[in-house]
Structures are given as C-alpha cells and as structure tokens.
C-alpha cells in the first residue's frame, strides 16, 4: 500500500509541477523584471486543493523550470524558493479544506500571506542577489497584483475543478 | 511552446562534461559576488559573453542580452539616483542629481546581473537536459527528484496542447468576440473554463501515471528502470580542473587588494 501511495505521490507532484509550467508560460505581461504570469493561480489552486507538500515542490520547481525554459535562469533559484513558500504557506492556513467551505477570513489571510509571501520574497532575494533595492521595490505592485489575481482566479479555480472532477479530492496528500 | 533550452553547436563548451559546467556555473556565480575590482568584473562578463558568442553564435547571445534589456536599462537608469553619498557627479542648482558613488554601484550590479545571465545561459544552452539531469543525479540529487522532473518534461508538452485546443474551442464558442475589446478582468474571468477543463484533462492522467509507475517496478528493491550514465564525456578530471581553476585564477587576478 505504501509503494502505491509513493508511485501516486511521484505521479501528483509530476503532473501539478508540469500544470505550473504550462501556467507561468501561457500569460505573459512583460515588465521590467520579466514578466507576469499566471503561475500564482496554479499555485493557489495547487494549494486549496493537493495540500502543503505538493504545494511546495510543484510550486517551486514548476516555476524554476518555466525560468530555465523561459531564458531567465538567473531567476530559478529564486523563483524555486519565494513561489515554494507561497504554496506551503497558503496550503497550510487552508489545510486541504473544500475550497466551497473554507471560511472568508481563512480565504483573506490566505491571500494577503500569499502576496505578502511573493511580494517580500521577490523584494528580498533580489534585492540582495540581484538588481538591488530601488530595481527591487519597483517590482512590488506587479507581484501584488500578479499573486492577488492568482488567489482569486485561484480559489475559483479549486471550486470549479472540485465540481467537474470530485475524485480531484483523494489525489491529495 | 518550447521545453528546450539547449542551442545545437559544436563548440568546446558543448564537449566539456556537464558535471564541471555544473561547478564551473556556481563557481562563476559566487565569484560574481566576492570583492573584485570594477575593470576585473567587466572583463569576465566579456569574457563570458565571448565564450558565449564563440559557441553558441551570436543570435543567441544577442537574443540572451536582449531578455534581460529592460531590467538592466530600468537598474540603469533608478540605482544612481537612491544612492546619495560619495562626490557629487551630476548636480541640477543645489540638488545632487547622481553621486559617483551611485553610479559605481550601478555599474557593478549592471556587470554582475549580466554575468550571472550568461553563466546560467551558457550551461543550459550547451548542455542537453537530459545530461543536465544526469549531472545533477552524480551530485546525488535523489531519484525521486530526478524521476519528478523528467516526468514533468514528458507532460508539459501534453498539458500545453490541451490547453491550445480547450482555448481555441472555447474562442469558437464565443464567436468572434474581439479580445482587444474585453477587459483585462473580463478576459481573466472567461479564461476560467478554459482553465478548469485543461486542468481536468491534466488531473485525469494522475492515476494512469501512477499506474504505469507501479508496473515499470518504481519502490521496488530491484528496478525496472534506470538512469543512463555519463560515460560519453570522457575528461571529467581535466574539464573539472578547468573549471576550478578559471575562477580561482580570475580571483587572484581582480581581487581588491
């Protein structure tokens, strides 16, 4: 049974990493730091619906590789550690709970960690390996804007998907 | 969409093993970071723009070059102007416009942004990914690891295509509603059908991955499948020497004594 439960394991992380790729590379707005993009919404989904640790690994290494595919290497390790924290934060506060039944606040805080997450994280680590503070704090309102969109579309996403697909619910882990 | 990275050539860097373009990367990378004079880190960016140029052609290391333009005309253009001690360089009445200090400062993030681009470029544009995986799985990445991420490339493509045609399904629905007319919000909130069916399409092929996995013997002792080795690349020793070796000397040379 537990052999089972890792092959399913491997098989989860694979497909919502491949899902988060596909996302960062659909939408692109470009900006000065690269581009926008829709990853953090498979992230917010990622998260409402599979739990803290496929969060966490899909969230980072699917955005690491849409860097490393995009031609923004550079970004990867940051990318892998802001976007992985942002999924396990907001899989943690919602703990796998049913994306209908989540409460308001659970969902409001969810979202500010979420932007506060990607926002401060991106600040951080690239002001201090990258293009430095005032290049840094530029991009703030892109990354609030980019994971604020991805919490909404990103809730709305796990509801939608709950209700054509249920047995979504026994992938989680 | 493209899962690619790497530039077909046949220059030395595409010979070199991937295990010491591995180091020699980390190694540049950190040394971009030590306390190198100006002139020192300008000469390895074109150095590394050079080797750059020589193997991978120059329409990639200008199509490189041109990616992180914005950013760098942005960090240009801000980073003087935050930075106020030092000699006054450029003064409007009695308001100090740039500082030398701040354009000193601007000039090596510029430098340094620019040879971290290249470094990272150059080993995924000469390296397949499939050495890259196994380069990394020598450094001991775990098999599990190395298995999520190659699973990973096999779907993306699959999950991209799903994802073109649910969308050109769903704008055929919609009968020509022009996009250019729609607001962002409107377009993010009819891109939600679109969404939810490839993500249904992509969480469908879970079970049937895990499946497979179980049958080619994944978690048993004795394994069905296995990892190629890097045998091909026959001066791992002499390639991982260099690889050391160019960052330490470039170190000694452009040190700020």
Redesign the interface.
């Given at each position: 049974m537990?052999?089972?439960r890792?092959?399913?394991k491997?098989?989860?992380?694979?497909?919502l990493?491949?899902?988060v790729?596909?996302?960062t590379?659909?939408?692109r707005i470009?900006?000065?730091?690269?581009y926008i993009n829709?990853c953090d919404?498979a992230i917010c989904?990622i998260a409402f619906t599979f739990g803290p640790w496929s969060a966490f690994?899909a969230a980072g290494?699917?955005t690491a590789?849409a860097d490393?595919?995009s031609?923004?290497?550079?970004w990867?390790p940051i990318s892998f550690v802001v976007h992985g924290l942002e999924g396990l934060f907001v899989a943690l506060i919602v703990r796998q709970k049913s994306p209908i039944t989540i409460p308001f606040v659970t969902k409001v805080l969810a979202g500010i960690i979420c932007m506060a997450t990607v926002s401060l994280g991106y600040f951080a680590l690239s002001a201090i390996?990258?293009?430095?503070?005032?290049?840094a704090a530029?991009e703030i309102p892109w990354n609030l804007v980019q994971s604020g969109?991805g919490v909404v579309?990103g809730l709305?996403?796990a509801g939608?998907?709950k209700r054509?697909?249920p047995p979504?619910s026994s992938?989680a882990w | 969409m493209t899962t690619n990275t790497f530039v077909a050539g046949n220059g030395f860097l595409y010979r070199m093993d991937p295990r010491a373009k591995i180091m020699a990367m980390l190694l540049i990378c950190v040394w971009l970071f030590l306390p190198v004079t100006l002139e020192g880190l300008y000469i390895t960016v074109v150095l590394l723009i050079l080797v750059g140029s020589v193997n991978t052609g120059l329409r990639h290391t200008a199509k490189t070059f041109r990616s992180i333009l914005p950013m760098l005309v942005f960090m240009v253009l801000f980073m003087p102007f935050n930075v106020r001690l030092g000699q006054s360089l450029i003064t409007i009445g009695s308001f100090t416009l740039i500082t030398q200090e701040g354009a000193l400062q601007a000039a090596r993030l510029g430098g340094r942004f620019i040879g971290i681009t290249y470094a990272c470029t150059l080993l995924f544009a000469t390296t397949p990914m499939t050495d890259v995986m196994l380069a990394l799985r020598w450094y001991r990445l775990p098999y599990k690891a190395s298995l999520v991420v190659t699973l990973s490339f096999t779907y993306i493509p699959f999950i991209a295509d799903s994802f073109t045609q649910i969308s050109e399904s769903h704008r055929l629905r919609e009968g020509g509603v022009l996009e250019k007319k729609r607001s962002v919000f409107k377009r993010l909130r009819d891109l939600l059908p679109t969404l939810t069916s490839a993500l249904v399409v992509a969480l469908r092929s879970i079970p049937y991955l895990a499946m497979s996995l179980e049958q080619r013997g994944f978690g048993r002792k004795e394994k069905r499948t296995n990892y190629h080795s890097l045998d091909s690349y026959r001066h791992v020793f002499t390639d991982s020497v260099i690889s050391f070796s160019i960052p330490v000397v470039l170190w000694f040379m452009f040190r700020v004594r």
């Open positions: 537990e052999k089972n890792n092959a399913l491997v098989a989860v992380v694979a497909v990493t491949a899902v790729v596909v996302f590379m659909i939408v470009p900006t000065a730091k690269g829709l919404v989904f690994i290494l699917g590789l490393l595919f031609g923004y290497a550079q990867a390996f990258i293009s430095g503070v005032s290049v530029a969109v579309l709305a996403l939608a998907v054509a697909y979504v992938l | -």
